[in-house]
């Protein structure tokens, strides 16, 4: 892919005039041209970019190495890499992520799910899996549905009610409840955050979970980019010390938990003894900090 000096793509018309690209020759093509501009795991963007506009998996780009890349395909698949180097984030681009080892259709409506939001469903699962009695669990803030629509599928004795703020976003979970075949077990709820949940609901989940906001303000300006400018703010934006939804779940969430009940959120890196501090001063008890794969603190549990 050749670059006028101000970087801005030419025309691609093939390694040699009047030769389409192969898939292979693109790809290295493409790989430096990413490299060259910053871009980490610049090989696979390549390839993700260009299995999502030919429609196959990646693996088929290497089985098919001399396949011809038509002008037709050419063109969108400049355009999404042309926006991934300036920043754009890749799952946005190609439209899923994959969280649990299952495909999540992911857009601009809810934060990209995260690998260390994993540990929060795989500690639910492993303390629930055993249990063969109907379970109800309660989300705050559901974004795309990862954590919701992994506990259905893995859980088939659960039952989930997550809460949601913005109406597309919930629309965006049920759409990724619903391609699972969970949709009758996982209801999404608009609101803000506990608002309108009924007084009947008092003590009737076994669970309340939340991956919430967790960023101070004054840090939404000094996150990455591809963060900053694509993800949408209010899934991030936790407030002046990013605790504001931490409080809600303690003063509000765990009304809704039965007796032993757990509350189990995800929280930033520095933020476990202020949350734990904040669970116990709510009458949780057996709190404690998980960390996460970089060993930093990532997940507080806690039980009533």
């Known amino acids: 892919m050749t670059t006028h000096a101000s970087g801005q793509s030419r025309q691609v018309t093939g390694p040699q005039r009047g030769r389409p690209w192969t898939t292979i020759e693109l790809l290295t093509t493409t790989t430096g041209w990413l490299q060259e501009r910053g871009v980490e795991s610049a090989r696979l963007a390549a390839e993700r970019l260009l299995a999502h506009v030919l429609e196959c998996r990646r693996v088929d ?3 098919a190495v001399e396949r011809a890349v038509a002008e037709s395909e050419l063109a969108p698949y400049r355009e999404l890499v042309r926006a991934h180097a300036l920043g754009a984030p890749l ?10 080892g299952r495909r999540f259709r992911t857009d601009a409506r809810a934060l990209i799910p995260r690998p260390e ?5 795989d500690l639910l699962v492993k303390r629930w899996e ?5 379970l109800r669990i309660l989300e705050l803030g559901v974004g795309s549905g990862a954590i919701a629509v992994s506990l259905a599928v893995l859980l088939p004795h659960v039952e989930l009610w997550a809460t949601e703020v913005c109406s597309d976003t919930a629309v965006l979970a049920r759409e990724n409840a619903r391609s699972h075949g969970v949709e009758s077990r996982v209801h999404v709820l608009v609101m803000d955050r506990f608002s309108a949940l009924s007084d009947d609901l008092a003590e009737g989940f076994d669970a309340v979970v939340s991956n919430p906001p967790y960023v101070r303000t004054d840090e939404i300006d000094v996150l990455p980019a591809t963060v900053r400018d694509h993800e949408p703010v209010t899934a991030l934006d936790g407030g002046p010390d990013g605790l504001d939804f931490h409080r809600t779940l303690c003063a509000e969430g765990v009304s809704f938990l039965t007796p032993g009940g757990t509350l189990a959120v995800e929280i930033g890196a520095s933020q476990g003894r202020s949350v734990r501090d904040l669970f116990e001063r709510a009458g949780l008890r057996g709190v404690r900090v ?6 930093l603190d990532r997940i507080v549990l806690g039980n009533r």
């Not at 799952?91 to 649990?100: P, W």
């Not at 055993?130 to 109907?134: C, D, G, K, M, V």
Request: aromatic share 14%; hydrophobic share 40%.
């Open 61 to 63: 780009l290497y089985l």
């Open 91 to 100: 799952q946005y681009l190609v439209g899923e992520t994959e969280f649990m």
């Open 117 to 121: 939001t994993e540990i929060l469903v």
């Open 130 to 134: 055993a249990q063969s009695r109907p």
């Open 290 to 295: 998980v960390r996460d794969y970089a060993d």
